[in-house]
């Protein structure tokens, strides 16, 4: 290897490398965490995977076979994470729809299948001629639809008379250096005139370096994952979110039974479930119709209406701790309130029945 190609490849190598560290930072070590910056993580996983096959490939073409088929692999999910980055960004998401969670549990069987069925170190013709096809053209499919996420965006950086912020240019950034990387190896694929395999890892390594560059002279770099850092009031969640809150939260209140604890607080509530304060604090307003304090009043009175209706031995007071009140007063009035009566004709009606 001359002098060049070992630059090259210490060049390219250390990119895949430098990945690799990026998409640990982005998924553990980020100081404020959003669904987005899990995805950006996951994304410089697959491609540094990818990158890293293609350069070792490229400069000993001896490595066993299965190299290749992990990089191959590791393509199959590019795609998917790229539009999962700038759709949760874009959205403002904060949970995993539902409809994703099934698209990469898909792909991961379907790549686990393949690769168990047939490897390519005995299939090598069938990965060439078709897989790679198949895959490539996944990759493109999630390229067009990541484009129709960021249009607005797009729109935007053509018109002169608007200027794009942080966050718009940052996602350009990770969107254009996605499109330059798949052109690269997608001419590498069909073999087109004065391209080479190496090309794509170049590629990889440039972006990336620009990426480390943004975060190392921004100070701050929280709002390169939110458009729009400020919700509008009463903007609601969408209707699939919706479900995977009640979801979580229903399992939270019934089976931790946290509203027991007189010192709950919306931060322990929205911690339980993988929320932010600010978004179960608009989902529970916007969504529900409800303040914190009536959302978990709500089953503090329904379970006292229980141990009031099943066991008679214990006093309206003592149930009103039970249930997470912390005073008399205050249980006997969010009683009154929710069920329009109070606690002791409460208790006498179930006694008459």
């Known amino acids: 290897m001359n002098v060049g190609k070992e630059l090259l490849f210490f060049f390219s190598a250390l990119g895949a490398f430098n990945g690799l560290i990026l998409s640990l930072y982005f998924s553990f070590f980020t100081r404020k965490k959003y669904l987005s910056s899990y995805f950006l993580g996951a994304l410089l996983f697959v491609l540094s995977v990818r990158i890293g096959k293609s350069v070792f490939i490229y400069f000993d073409g ?9 990089g191959l692999s590791a393509c199959f999910f590019i795609g998917p994470f790229l539009y999962f980055f700038l759709k949760s960004t874009v959205k403002g998401l904060e949970l995993i729809p539902e409809s994703w969670k099934w698209t990469m549990a898909s792909l991961s069987l379907a790549i686990l299948v393949t690769g168990v069925c047939y490897p390519y170190e005995n299939y090598s013709g069938l990965w060439n001629q078709y897989f790679s096809k198949v895959i490539y053209l996944q990759w493109f499919i999630y390229i067009v639809m990541s484009t129709f996420a960021i249009k607005g965006i797009l729109k935007k950086m053509f018109n ?44 990889f390594s440039l972006i990336l370096y620009l990426i480390i560059s943004v975060l190392l002279f921004r100070k701050k770099t929280d709002d390169l994952f939110l458009l729009s850092p400020n919700k509008y009031p009463g903007k609601k969640v969408n209707e699939e979110e919706v479900g995977i809150l009640l979801g979580k939260l229903e399992r939270v209140m019934t089976e931790q039974a946290v509203y027991r604890n007189p010192d709950l607080k919306l931060s322990d509530l929205s911690k339980g479930i993988n929320v932010s304060s600010h978004q179960l604090s608009q989902f529970l307003n916007d969504n529900l119709g409800k303040n914190f304090t009536t ?14 209706s099943t066991d008679h031995r214990l006093t309206l007071e003592s149930i ?13 009035a969010a009683f009154k309130k929710l069920k329009g009566t109070t606690p002791l004709s409460y208790q006498q009606h179930t006694l008459q029945k």
């Open 160 to 203: 002169k008379g608007q200027q794009l912020t942080p966050a718009e240019t940052w996602l350009l950034v990770i969107f254009f250096g996605n499109v330059v990387i798949f052109i690269a190896f997608f001419l590498s694929l069909i073999r087109a005139p004065f391209t080479s395999y190496i090309s794509g890892a170049i590629g």
């Open 62 to 70: 001896s490595l066993p076979k299965i190299y290749l088929q992990i």
């Open 320 to 332: 009103g701790y039970e249930v997470g009140f912390n005073s008399k007063s205050t249980f006997f």
């Open 295 to 308: 959302f978990v009043n709500e089953f503090r009175i329904n379970e006292a209406c229980r141990i009031i």
